[in-house]
C-alpha cells in the first residue's frame, strides 16, 4: 500500500533550557553506555559470540557454544570418519569419488571438532561483512529474558536467540539446529551407504564363486 505522504507540522522554537536538555541527551546516545561483556551474563556472553563472529575467530565462536552443539558435533565427526573410512576401503574404484562429493571434503576431511565446525560453518561466517552494522544489530536490545538455565535475548536486528547456562557460563545455542540437521542427514546417508555396502559385499562375493569356478574349470 502506498502512503500518503503529509507536510511536517512545524514545531515551535524550543526554550533554550528544553535544547539544552536535547543537546545533552544526544551528546549521551553518541557516546552510549558501556557494553556489558561479562559471560556471567547472557547478554555479556552473547556479545562475546558477536564480537568473535566479527573477528572471524571459529575458535573462540566454538567455545562459546552449548555443549549441545559440541555433541552434535563429535556424533557427526564419528560418523563422517567411518563413511570416509568405507568409501576407501571398501567402495569400488570407480565409485570412490562420487560417494565422497556427497559431502563437502573439509567436512569429509576433518580430523576434530574445531575443523569440522570450520568447514560447517566458516563459509557462512567468512560472507558476514564485520562493520559497524553487523555491531550494531547483533547488540541485544533490551533485558534478557531468563528462565532457570535459559535466557532469551533480542538482538537490535529484531532476532530472538537463545542462551543456555552452563557450568556458571552462557552458551549459545545458536548453530544446535544446523549442526543436528548435518546430523540427520549423515544418519540417512549411512542408510545408504549400509545398503551399498551390502550390494558391494555381494557382488564381491558372485565375483570370487565366478573366479574359483573358473580356476576349478581350467585345472586338468
Known sequence: MIRQIHAPTPRPT???????????????SLLGCEE??????????????????????LSAVLATTSQTTHDHLAALLTLLKEQRRAFDEDYPEDFKLQARLIYPSAALNATDSEALFAALVGPDLKALKPDEGLHYGLSVAKQPVIEG????????????????????????????????????????????????????????????EEAAKAKAEATP
Open 14 to 28: 524550543p526554550r533554550p533550557r528544553r535544547a539544552l536538555a536535547v543537546a545533552l541527551l544526544l551528546s549521551f
Open 149 to 208: 538455565d535459559r535466557a532469551t535475548l533480542t538482538t537490535r536486528s529484531g532476532e530472538t536467540l537463545e542462551m543456555v547456562l552452563e557450568e556458571g557460563r552462557w552458551k549459545t545455542t545458536a548453530f544446535e539446529r544446523a549442526i543436528e540437521q548435518d546430523l540427520r542427514r549423515a544418519r540417512l546417508n549411512q542408510q545408504t551407504l549400509d545398503h551399498n555396502l551390502k550390494i558391494i559385499a555381494e557382488m564381491k562375493r558372485r565375483a570370487a
Open 36 to 57: 556489558n561483556l561479562d559471560p556471567a551474563t547472557p547478554d555479556g556472553a552473547f556479545h562475546q559470540v558477536r564480537d568473535a563472529l566479527m573477528a572471524g575467530d
